[in-house]
């Protein structure tokens, strides 16, 4: 847990190098309630490297039972 908190704060860090930092963190702020009310968990991607686009450096993990019909 301490590793993810670590790589979200980079993550806004390096997003505060960049510039547009409120944008960024608007945009954050908004993938975290979205996923939430999914009760998922928003997590780091797996990229390399930041992109300074929310959308594209997390994603929304969901677990528990799938909302597909297996039936099709």
Known sequence: MRLILAIAALSLVGACAKGGEN???AEL???EQSC???DGI???SA???QTGRPALD???EIHG???ID???
Do not use: N
């Open 65 to 67: 039972p799938s909302r």
């Open 70 to 72: 297996p039936r099709g």
């Open 23 to 25: 944008s960024y963190r």
């Open 58 to 60: 997390y994603v929304c």
């Open 47 to 49: 990229a390399p490297r």
């Open 42 to 44: 928003l997590r780091p």
């Open 36 to 38: 939430t009310a999914r």
């Open 29 to 31: 702020e908004r993938l």
